[in-house]
């Protein structure tokens, strides 16, 4: 226990665990679950979110620059973070949403609730966040301004299936996608407007969701399946296309910084496979595996170079998506530079 506490005060990481790596790979390890990563513009700093806190990861060194705890008392469910790492919002089994902003060093306002915790989302530039609550049979979405903690839209729907509920927002909070159910027993599932709450389009449902994802342009819109993505317009929710994942389930997806290139996860294998996929011509340019658990999120560096994934046990696995052999490096460090962003 003490060791721990040492830990977490410090910012350091756990020991190392025996975990067989392929080539081209690289692990960081912190102690909670790794819920949310993000990279700063210049690709030097990593910053990753977990129920214990915030880390700042240099990452030519490999080593914690920087660690802002949680909430004391805090016990969150969901950690997530915005597109940049300059954002973090808390969701905790009980009691308010916390937040604080990464960059001003300050406590964002707290936002009352009170239903159990189902599903949440924060946009990319951590203007808006967005929550689905369950509460006596009925499904509450909730979107706030992070910064204000102001309601700017809440409706609600009757329904349990609490485990079919999805979330995304547009990287400028302007659209929320939405689900909440699938098949015959889907309660609302569309593009909305947060500003007018107006449905955009009816997001299909004949098949179960896995997961909603909008590209860091907000142009497009996957809607993750297994053995499958749907490639939606991210402003109208038309439906231009679709790829074939055969073997792997779309958990977590992730688009490049550029839209060239999409990263799919399956997060209920033994062992956690990534693959990267070409958009424009649907072929997998990367495919590998490994004995890590769960992952739980994903997040391209701005170059498109390094895959960060952030799994279960607290493992961050750098991947390098052009498929160098040999020594990772995810970044060019200056040699006597400062970890700047």
């Known amino acids: 226990m003490i060791a721990l506490v040492c830990l977490l005060i410090l ?39 977990a129920a214990d806190g915030v880390r700042f990861w240099h990452l030519p060194t490999r080593r914690v620059l920087r660690l802002v705890p949680a909430p004391r008392g805090l016990a969150a469910e969901r950690s997530l973070l915005d597109g940049r790492g300059e954002v973090v919002v808390w969701l905790p089994r009980e009691g308010p949403v916390r937040g604080h902003d990464l960059r001003d060093a300050r406590a964002l306002p707290r936002v009352e609730r009170k239903g159990r915790l189902v599903e949440a989302a924060l946009s990319r530039d951590g203007s808006t966040a967005a929550r689905v609550e369950a509460d006596a049979g009925k499904l509450r979405v909730h979107v706030w301004a992070t910064r204000t903690g102001r309601e700017l839209r809440r409706f609600e729907a009757s329904g349990d299936e609490t485990h079919l509920c999805k979330l995304a927002l547009s990287p400028d909070g302007s659209r929320l996608a939405v689900v909440l159910g699938s098949g015959d027993k889907t309660a609302f599932a569309g593009l909305v407007r947060v500003g007018s709450g107006a449905t955009i389009e009816t997001i299909p449902t004949s098949r179960k969701v896995l997961g909603l994802t909008f590209s860091p342009d907000g142009e497009t819109l996957a809607v993750q399946h297994q053995e499958a993505v749907q490639i939606l317009d991210g402003v109208s929710g038309r439906r231009p296309r679709e790829l074939t994942l055969t073997g792997r389930f779309a958990r977590r997806v992730a688009f490049s910084l550029d839209g060239r290139k999409m990263a799919v996860a399956n997060t209920y294998a033994p062992a956690s496979s990534a693959a990267v996929v070409d958009l424009a011509t649907g072929s997998v340019i990367l495919s590998r595996r490994v004995e890590v658990p769960l992952c739980l999120t994903l997040a391209f560096s701005p170059d498109g170079d390094v895959l960060a994934a952030g799994h279960d046990d607290g493992t961050t696995l750098l991947w390098d998506v052009k498929g160098r052999p040999g020594d990772f490096r995810p970044v060019a460090a200056r040699p006597g530079g400062p970890p700047d962003a």
């Open 11 to 49: 910012g350091a990481a756990p020991p190392v665990p025996d975990i067989p790596l392929p080539p081209g790979v690289v692990a960081l390890y912190s102690v909670a679950p790794v819920e949310s990563v993000a990279f700063w513009p210049s690709g030097r700093v990593l910053v990753t979110a």
